[in-house]
Structure formats: structure tokens, C-alpha cells
């Protein structure tokens, strides 16, 4: 099993542009994650899923768009990237959201110029 | 959920356990404690996850007294690839997970 995939894994943008984290997950979990980490910090919640349809927001959703149309997917959008944005981003997915293991992909790191 | 309070950074020596304690005063009753390790650059890594008592598994153990308001994750015999933060979460379940700043464990030859 692949377990948790993100793509790209390097990403440069400039200001103002659009774009799109992927995140697949081939472990038939219900509840994945986005998270941005940014230097020395922990991991900050951006958006969350229960199932496909259902999204949430988390700790620091502004700027970013998500959509769950599928079990297996869940990308992130950032919709006019800032350089604030420039972080290493961590999807993640569980089987019931939490008490069980919650499994990372290897992270995503946008630099925005 | 309870909020969590961990060492900023711990050393140790290869060979040696590590024990590092994470508090959690106000953990109620039907939330877990788990434990979670990030290497450099990759994404973080279940450990343990335990209720009380003691959880031993071939990575650690975790200790955790009868009032529960605080957790030990043990690492035996650490080496130099043990050398990452370690977070330790209060979990509830269909809560979110929030990860504090975790301990920064370096192992030294």
C-alpha cells in the first residue's frame, strides 16, 4: 500500500497565483487532514473531512479551499497565494477522525515569492 | 481539549532511555493520549496511544498514572536515528488533532 500521497513535493509560486496540493490516501479512511507546519512550529489544522461531501474548518482556514468528491482524494487549494503561505503542508488520514493512528504523507514545500 | 505542556528539547547519549513527560491537567475522562515522532522533513509518525496504566509496543512505552494527568514516553536504548520532536496529543474522539511545538530530542554519540 501507498498509504498516504501528496503531490508535488517542491512547489515555487509567485504572489497571486492559484494552485493545487493533492492528497490521495488508498487506505479506504474516512477523516483526512490538511495541515501547514511552518519553521520550529508544530502542525496547525487547516481544513479537515469526515467523509466524502463534508468538509470543515480548522485552526486556520483562510486562504485555502478544499472539496472531498471522492473517499480516496482530498485536495487543497490555495486561491492567491501570499507569501505568508510559504510553509511545508502535511495531509493526513485516520479511520475514525481520532483516537486511532492518524497516518502523514511526506509533506509539500511551498515557497511563495 | 486538554492543553499539553512537553520539554522544548531534550539530549541524551546512544544507549541510554529516554523518558520524556508531557503534562495534561485538564484531560477529561474519555480522552486518549498519544504520542507522535517527525524526522526532518518527512510528515509525523504514530508511536503509542494509550488510555492508562502502561502501553509497552516494539518502538516505546508509555506510562501513565492513575489521575492521568500526566504521560511518560519511554524510548530504550535510544541511537542517533531517534534524533527527531516528539509530540504528545490528547485525543477525544471526533476531535481534531492539535499539536503543540513537541520536544526536540537529539541523540549524541
Known amino acids: 500500500n501507498a498509504g498516504v500521497t501528496q503531490t508535488p513535493k517542491f512547489q515555487v509560486l509567485k504572489t497571486g497565483q492559484s494552485m493545487t496540493l493533492q492528497c490521495a490516501q488508498d487506505?479506504?479512511?474516512?477523516?483526512m487532514s490538511w495541515y501547514r507546519q511552518d519553521p520550529g512550529m508544530g502542525l496547525r489544522l487547516i481544513h479537515y473531512?469526515?467523509?466524502?461531501?463534508?468538509?470543515d474548518q480548522g485552526e486556520v482556514p483562510n486562504g485555502y479551499n478544499v472539496s472531498r468528491s471522492t473517499t480516496e482524494d482530498f485536495p487543497l487549494r490555495l486561491l492567491s497565494a501570499a507569501p505568508s503561505q510559504t510553509s511545508v503542508y502535511f495531509c493526513?488520514?485516520?479511520?475514525?477522525?481520532?483516537?486511532?493512528?492518524?497516518?502523514f504523507g511526506q509533506g509539500t514545500r511551498l515557497t511563495v515569492v | 481539549l486538554a492543553k499539553t505542556t512537553q520539554p522544548v528539547s531534550m539530549d541524551s547519549y546512544e544507549g541510554q532511555e529516554v523518558n520524556i513527560t508531557c503534562s495534561h491537567n485538564?484531560?477529561?475522562?474519555?480522552?486518549?493520549i498519544t504520542w507522535y515522532q517527525q524526522f526532518p522533513s518527512q510528515g509525523p509518525r504514530f508511536i503509542i496511544q494509550?488510555?492508562?496504566t502502561k502501553v509497552t509496543n516494539e518502538v516505546a512505552s508509555l506510562f501513565i498514572p492513575a489521575d492521568r494527568k500526566s504521560s511518560t514516553l519511554s524510548l530504550p536504548r535510544v541511537s542517533l536515528s531517534d534524533t527527531a520532536v516528539y509530540y504528545c496529543?490528547?485525543?477525544?474522539?471526533?476531535?481534531?488533532?492539535?499539536f503543540g511545538p513537541g520536544t526536540r530530542l537529539s541523540v549524541l554519540p
Open positions: 493526513a488520514s485516520s479511520y475514525q477522525g481520532q483516537g486511532e493512528g492518524a497516518f
Open positions: 487506505m479506504n479512511h474516512e477523516y
Open positions: 473531512s469526515v467523509g466524502a461531501g463534508i468538509t
Open positions: 485538564n484531560i477529561a475522562t474519555n480522552d486518549y
Open positions: 494509550g488510555y492508562k
Open positions: 496529543l490528547v485525543l477525544r474522539y471526533g476531535q481534531n488533532f492539535v
